[in-house]
């Protein structure tokens, strides 16, 4: 194959990627992912959406009743020890950061955005406190 041609190729698988994404998004806020707390929380990704070779894993929340979707062990550790600090209120996992936020800094700092621009990032863990602090 020539140049233009493969270049054809990947610019259309690269669009069909690109509106299969959309509709994925589009399904999941439709859900409710990435909304909520306690035990009404959604995440952005589910265990079972994950192929991965690691270690997943899906306790029962014992404070909110809720099933967790932990994607690795080392996620596994860290939201056992935050579920025991009694200063913690709610913990959200595999929170959905604002996709035009994370286009924005990827664009400053001229860095790819991960899969392509159509991508939602996540954060692991997004936590309120009893005293209205949070983290992610």
């Not at 610019?11 to 299969?20: G, N, Q």
């Not at 025991?84 to 950061?97: A, F, G, M, T």
């Amino acid at each position: 194959m020539n140049n233009v041609v493969e270049q054809d190729v990947i610019e259309r698988t690269l669009e069909r990627e690109s509106a299969v994404l959309s509709i994925k998004n589009d399904t999941k806020i439709n859900e409710g992912r990435g909304k909520g707390s306690g035990a009404s929380y959604l995440p952005w990704i589910q265990t079972r959406e994950i192929s991965s070779v690691g270690t997943c894993s899906n306790p029962k929340d014992w404070k909110t009743g809720r099933t967790v979707e932990l994607l690795s062990q080392g996620e596994a550790y860290y939201w056992h020890i935050l579920r025991w600090n009694d200063e913690i209120e709610d913990i959200r996992e595999q929170y959905p950061l604002d996709l035009e936020t994370t286009l924005e800094i990827c664009d400053d700092y001229n860095v790819k955005h991960p899969r392509n621009r159509h991508t939602y990032m996540t954060s692991d863990f997004y936590v309120t406190y009893k005293d209205g602090k949070e983290k992610v």
